[in-house]
RNA sequence: GUCCCCGUCGUCUAGCCAGGUCAAGGACACAAGCCUUUCACGCUUGCGACACGGGUUCAAAUCCCGUCGGGGACGCCA
C-alpha cells in the first residue's frame, strides 16, 4: 500500500491505433482528473509492443486526440518497446527467485488440450506439467534446443486472493482458478502482463486506474508484483462504456463516432466532450453536471464512479442526433453559456476552414462578430452548425431551404411583388437597426394590407434561406442594409429558378 | 463451459453501505400547452424505472438467498 504521504502517480497507457477511442479518453479524463485533483503526476505511456500497429502516425493520432482534450501530461509519452530488456530481466529474476519457471510444451499440443476440455465441458486450466520438471531436466531440454516459454509459478495456497479496487470493492480470486500463466514467449519477448507491472513498478505509479477489463489479470498482477517484491499500487476499476446492444464500442463496428477527432471535426468544444465523457459512469454527490475545469478537478473523485456498465446512447443513422444526444445538448450548452469570447477564436478557425473568415472580424468588425455570434447561438449545436446554418450571416453564397421555400414563399404569390417593394422601402432608411426594420416593415403591412406573419417568414426565408431562427429584426439587423435590400431585390429570380 | 463483476425511467444517474421522510428525485430525449413573426430559443406540464421470485422485518429500491438477464476475463494479443 503507497504511503498517505506519497505524491500520486497516475497513468494512461493506450496502445496506438491512429485515433483516440472515446472509451480510451474517458480513462485517460479519470487519470488526468485524479493526477490534477491529488497535484500528482499524470504519466503517458504508449503500449507499443504490438510492432506493426506501432507507426509514427498512430501514436500521433493518440496524442493529437489528448491535447486537443486539453488532457495535458507531466512526463512521458514513454514507450512500452523501450523497456524490453527490463522486462526480460525481471522474467529472469523471478525465475532465479523460483517464481517463474521453464515451459517446454508445444502450442499445439496446449492447444489440443484446450480443445479436448472444451469439447468436453471441462474448464481448462494449464496442468503443471513442466513446473514438475528438475533444474536438471530443463537444462537438458534447453540444452538438445527445444524451445520454451516462462511461466509464471501460482503459488501454492489455499484459499483466494483479495484486493480491495477503490470501485468494486474486495475482489476475490481463488489460488486455484489462476492458472501458471506465460510471461515470457519462445523468442524471448515478454507478455502484456509482465510489461504492464515492471512498467507501472518503474514509472512508480500509485494507483491504476483503468478499464474494468483490467478487473480479472489483476490478481495475476499482483502476483508478479508480490514476486518482485514491489509495492502494490491502489487499483481502481471503472466500468465499460458500450452501446444499446450492450456491445462493446468500436470503430470497426461503430464508425467514426468511437473516435475523439470526430468531435472535433463535428463541433464540439473539447471540454463539453470532456464533460460529458466524465458523466458516463460518474456523478458528484450533488449530481451537478456542468463543471469548469477547475470545479471538476475539484469535484472529482473515485468515489463517484459507478459500478454498472453505462451506454453510449448511439443510434446509427439518426439524422437528428449524430452522436449521443446528452453529448450535444452538452455541448449546446457550453455554447451557449461561455463567455463569447471564448468560443469566437474556435468559430474563427472553422469559418476560416471553410472559406468564410473576414480579418476584419478581428479588427473593425468585432463588435459585429461578436453580436452575431451572440445572436446565433442561443439555438445552435455545435460550432459547425456557425458555418452551415450561419452561413448566410457570413456570405452572400447560401442554399434556400426547400421547405421553407414552399411554405414561405411559394404558397404566396404576392409576395413576388411585395418583397422587392420593402427592399425600396427599407434601401431609404436612414438608419439601420432591428427597431428601425421593424417600424418599417410593420409600416409596409399596414399599407398593403399584406398578412405580418407572411411578410415576415417570407423576408426571413429569402434573407436567411431558412424557416427558422432568431428573431427577424435582429436578424435584420446583423445581416446588414446592403445584403438584405439585394437579397430583397432578388427575391423573384427565386421563384423562377 | 469456468471464474469475476454488474442489474433504478429510452439514455446518464440520485437514493442502497447506516431499512421508514421514495405513492422513487434530477438531467438528456420524447409529448402537450404557452409565448412569438418562425424555430432544434424560452417557460409550464406530462410520459416514464426499483429485472423476477422467495425470505428477514411493524416496514425493503435499500439486508439475505435463489433465478433470470447483461458484461468482462479465461492466448506464446494489448
Excluded at 64 to 92: C, M, R, T, V
Excluded at 303 to 315: C, K, L, P, T, V
Excluded at 403 to 430: C, F, G, H, T
Aim: proline share 5%; charged share 25%.
Amino acid at each position: 500500500m503507497p504511503d498517505k504521504s506519497d505524491k500520486v502517480r497516475v497513468r494512461f497507457a493506450p496502445s496506438p491505433t491512429g485515433y483516440l477511442h472515446i472509451g480510451g479518453a474517458r480513462t485517460a479524463v479519470y487519470n488526468w482528473l485524479f493526477a490534477r485533483k491529488h497535484k500528482g503526476s499524470f504519466i503517458l505511456r504508449i503500449e507499443d509492443t504490438d510492432a506493426e500497429r506501432s507507426t509514427t502516425d498512430s501514436i500521433e493520432g493518440i496524442l493529437d486526440g489528448l491535447k486537443w482534450l486539453g488532457l495535458d501530461w507531466d512526463e512521458g509519452p514513454y514507450f512500452q518497446s523501450a523497456n524490453i530488456n527490463a522486462h526480460k530481466k525481471a522474467a529472469e529474476h523471478l525465475i532465479e527467485t523460483g517464481h517463474a519457471y521453464k515451459c517446454f510444451c508445444t502450442k499445439e499440443d496446449l492447444d489440443m488440450k484446450r480443445e479436448a476440455a472444451k469439447t468436453s465441458k471441462q474448464p481448462y486450466k494449464y496442468d503443471r506439467n513442466c513446473r514438475k520438471l528438475s533444474a536438471k531436466e530443463a537444462a537438458e531440454n534447453e540444452a538438445s534446443g527445444i524451445p520454451c516459454v516462462v511461466r509464471f509459478k501460482v503459488p501454492d495456497r489455499e484459499g483466494a486472493l483479495v484486493f480491495n479496487d477503490l470501485v468494486y470493492g474486495p475482489i476475490e480470486r481463488h489460488y486455484d482458478d489462476i492458472e501458471d500463466f506465460v510471461i515470457l514467449r519462445s523468442d524471448g519477448s515478454p507478455l502484456y502482463l509482465l510489461s504492464n507491472a515492471v512498467d507501472d513498478i518503474n514509472d512508480g505509479i500509485t494507483h491504476v486506474i483503468r478499464g474494468q477489463d483490467g478487473l480479472a489479470n489483476t490478481p495475476r498482477q499482483i502476483l508478479i508484483y508480490e514476486a518482485l517484491g514491489a509495492r502494490l499500487p491502489e487499483f481502481a476499476h471503472m466500468p465499460l462504456t458500450l452501446d444499446l446492444k450492450k456491445q462493446k464500442i468500436s470503430k470497426r463496428t461503430h464508425g467514426e463516432v468511437v473516435a475523439v477527432q470526430f468531435y472535433r471535426e463535428h463541433g464540439f468544444l473539447p471540454w463539453a466532450l470532456v464533460n460529458f465523457l466524465v458523466l458516463l459512469g460518474w456523478h458528484t454527490p450533488d449530481d451537478r453536471e456542468i463543471f469548469t475545469r477547475d470545479e471538476l478537478i475539484a469535484a472529482f473523485s473515485l468515489d463517484g464512479i459507478s459500478r454498472a456498465n453505462s451506454i453510449f446512447n448511439y443510434r446509427p443513422g439518426d439524422p437528428k442526433f449524430f452522436t449521443d444526444p446528452k453529448a450535444l445538448s452538452i455541448n449546446a450548452r457550453y455554447i451557449k453559456e461561455l463567455p463569447v469570447e471564448e468560443i469566437a477564436w474556435q468559430i474563427k478557425d472553422k469559418l476560416k476552414e471553410a472559406g468564410l473568415y473576414d480579418t476584419q472580424y478581428d479588427g473593425a468588425k468585432r463588435q459585429w462578430f461578436l453580436d452575431t455570434l451572440n445572436l446565433l447561438r442561443v439555438r445552435y449545436h455545435t460550432l459547425n452548425d456557425f458555418v452551415t446554418l450561419g452561413r448566410p450571416y457570413f456570405s452572400d453564397e447560401f442554399q434556400i431551404d426547400q421547405k421553407a421555400l414552399n411554405k414561405n414563399i411559394l404558397k404566396y404569390p404576392e409576395v413576388k411583388d411585395w418583397l422587392p417593394q420593402l427592399a425600396e422601402a427599407l434601401s431609404r432608411l436612414p438608419t439601420w437597426g432591428a427597431a428601425e426594420t421593424e417600424a418599417a416593415i410593420r409600416g409596409f403591412i399596414d399599407k398593403t394590407g399584406a398578412g405580418s406573419g407572411v411578410i415576415i417568414n417570407a423576408v426571413r426565408t429569402v434573407v436567411t434561406g431558412q424557416a427558422v431562427g432568431p428573431g427577424l429584426f435582429e436578424c435584420l439587423a446583423a445581416i446588414g442594409k446592403e445584403r438584405v435590400t439585394t437579397r430583397l431585390k432578388n427575391m423573384p429570380n427565386l421563384v423562377m429558378a
